[in-house]
């Protein structure tokens, strides 16, 4: 999965343009999400100037990571609730209640843009209104600051299905998780090995001043302070990419299940099967390079917009691509669009390892995409398994005979995870599952579990399958 992560850090007064009134972008932005049912992404795509700066990104990621417990707060300070047709104005209010609480900006910015935006929404009545809860609130904060990290504060700003589901499927770290889901996201990098040595990187970014912590691999780096992805060093150049660390383990554990007993002299067949934007496929094959495993690697994606955006990474980070239709480069990456769940995919060859990064809820992520928790309804989960099952089952096809295949999901929850391998393993009966021991998470039934607990990690789910040879 991409990260969305906002560059702007907790408790910093970022600069704004002058004469733009930020917090009504921000309100707007939110309207889309919460009455519209549109993601940050849509915003990203269709609205980008109500994302153009750091503050406009703390506002609307603050807001909706606290969305619930906001609208709790100010809910006890109005004296009637607003008419549904006033979700703007509650929007308005929502976006200056964060800036008052969360953040160290001037109250003032935050009372007079939001007093401001009433004029702009067509509803200059609500001027008094607004102006009243909001120094309300500012008068209350002052006098008794809200405990911003508390348990109760991290429940409230959670749906009461998620909450139940992680308190019964995880018990005791189910709180835990509503706190990490409330953090920040670390900002992560994968030094590209294809295009620069790593000691030389890290020494750039010494000489840059950006502080970072090794990860568990040489190519891997936590920034002490998230920075602007196209300010980084060689950013321009492909030197690095943003990836998460949970992510990162994927190239890692293709390399450790490659069959043993392929012919050397024959590249290994690789597919990644739900390979946009790309993270997972350019690690893998700047990971194989770097071991100098010979290797053919098809990506599959059945999106065109997706596949495109793909292929414009890759270009940054200098990998080749091709269609299947052009020349033969053995050292490009081929694309192909389609449906992994579909029967029909024209693969006239089966594949040694297949890589499934299953679409799912995106629960892991909640940190960095605090939309999900406000779009994501219970029912979807079971729904995402019907899709899930079917890639393993179609995908499983074109698993060559003492192959491998690994299937991952950014989920939290065992219904896209552990229930889904179990109820594939119950139809296939030349599957096995092939222990997993990673350094962070914990192993669940059929495989492994990473946790945004744990500081350095997003939530993500690991499961290697091994086909049967045949006699």
């Known amino acids: 999965m991409s990260t969305k992560t906002p560059i702007q ?3 910093e007064a970022p600069t ?41 990104r703390e506002l609307l990621y603050g807001t909706l990571r606290h969305y619930l417990s906001l609208n709790q707060t100010i809910d006890q300070l109005l004296k009637k609730p607003l008419k549904t047709k006033d979700i ?9 209640a964060y800036q008052l609480i969360y953040t160290a900006m001037a109250d003032y910015a935050a009372i007079n843009e939001c007093v401001s935006a009433c004029k702009a929404l067509g509803k200059p009545w609500a001027k008094g209104l607004v102006n009243g809860v909001l120094r309300t609130l500012q008068r209350q904060h002052q006098e008794r600051p809200l405990n911003t990290s508390g348990d109760d504060l991290a ?19 189910g709180p835990q998780l509503l706190l990490a889901n409330n953090q920040r996201g670390p900002m992560t990098l994968r030094i590209n090995t294809s295009a620069i040595d790593v000691s030389t990187y890290k020494y750039r970014l010494t000489e840059a001043g950006i502080g970072f912590d090794q990860g568990p691999w040489p190519e891997t780096i936590v920034l002490h302070t998230p920075q602007a992805a ?41 597919l990644d099967a739900c390979a ?54 053995t050292k490009a990456i081929v694309l192909h669009w389609g449906d992994g769940a579909a029967l029909d995919l024209a693969f006239n ?46 995908l499983w096809q074109h698993t060559k005979p003492g192959g491998s295949l690994l ?52 939530g993500f789910y690991y499961c290697a399958l091994n086909k049967a040879s045949t006699k």
């Not at 429940?155 to 770290?173: C, I, R």
């Not at 997972?280 to 770097?290: A, D, I, S, Y």
């Not at 990673?438 to 039934?445: C, K, L, N, P, V």
């Open 349 to 394: 060859r089966p594949f040694d390892v297949i890589l499934i990064d299953a679409p799912c809820s995106g629960s892991g992520t909640i940190r960095r995409n605090p939309d999900i928790r406000l779009l994501l309804e219970e029912t979807a989960l079971l729904e995402q398994q019907d899709l899930q099952l079917r890639l393993l089952q179609n």
């Open 9 to 11: 850090t907790a408790h």
């Open 407 to 458: 299937y991952s999901t950014c989920s939290v929850f065992a219904e896209e995870n552990d229930q889904v391998i179990s109820h594939w393993l119950e139809q296939t009966a030349d599957a096995s599952v092939q222990p997993l021991n990673i350094a962070h998470g914990q192993q669940t039934d059929f495989g492994w579990q990473l946790l945004p607990t744990e500081s350095w990690t997003d």
């Open 155 to 173: 429940l409230a700003d959670h749906p009461t299905w998620m909450a139940n589901k992680l308190s019964e499927q995880y018990g005791s770290t």
């Open 230 to 270: 196209a300010e980084l060093p060689g950013w321009q150049h492909g030197h690095c990419a943003v990836q998460d660390m949970a992510a990162q383990y994927a190239a890692h554990l293709v390399v450790d299940n490659l069959p043993t007993s392929h012919d050397p002299t024959v590249p290994i067949r690789i």
């Open 16 to 56: 704004t343009p002058p004469n733009h009134n930020t917090r009504l972008s921000v309100a707007r932005a939110l309207t889309q999400v919460i009455k519209h049912r549109r993601t940050i992404e849509w915003v990203r795509v269709q609205r980008p100037q109500w994302l153009e700066s750091p503050v406009h």
């Open 88 to 96: 703007d104005l509650q929007h308005v209010m929502l976006v200056g």
């Open 276 to 329: 946009a934007p790309g993270g997972k496929l350019f690690h893998l094959h700047e990971t194989l390079g770097e071991l100098g495993i010979s290797c053919e690697i098809h990506a599959l994606d059945s999106s065109k917009r997706r596949l495109a955006d793909l292929a414009n990474i890759a270009q940054r980070l200098g990998h080749a691509t091709r269609t299947p239709s052009q020349p033969e480069d």
